[in-house]
């Protein structure tokens, strides 16, 4: 079993810039793909953001390119999303999540979800 604790989530300005942390209990961290996927109230969850095994291949959700960062930290078992220019649309639930292989193919490569952690985008 895999354990993803997200951090960093609140509240922040329009324009303003939110960095979250999520923070994995697998020995063997490096050697998966993760992704961030967000729930606003209401709406299905979406796809933002995600990172190869190595941080070699990044790919992001049209609505945040440009905007968000993900990165990886594979001596310490976490993986972070720079979040930047904020806007309340971006505003909801924010989920770590870890995938079965080494590269994210798809919301049903996801083995692992964390609890979530709330951004919210004031205009």
């Known amino acids: 079993q895999v354990q993803l604790v997200e951090s960093g989530g609140g509240l922040v300005q329009a324009g303003g810039s939110l960095r979250l942390s999520c923070a994995a209990s697998?020995?063997?961290?490096?050697?998966?793909?993760m992704a961030w996927f967000r729930q606003a109230p209401g709406k299905e969850r979406e796809f933002v953001a995600a990172i190869s095994w190595s941080g070699g291949s990044t790919s992001y959700a049209d609505s945040v390119q440009g905007r968000f960062s993900i990165s990886r930290d594979n001596a310490k078992n976490t993986v972070l999303l720079q979040m930047n220019r904020l806007k309340p649309e971006d505003t909801a639930v924010y989920y770590c999540s870890q995938a079965r292989g080494p590269y994210y193919a798809g919301t049903g490569s996801v083995d692992y979800w964390g609890q979530g952690t709330q951004v919210t985008v004031s205009s």
């Open positions: 697998r020995r063997t961290f490096s050697g998966y793909a």
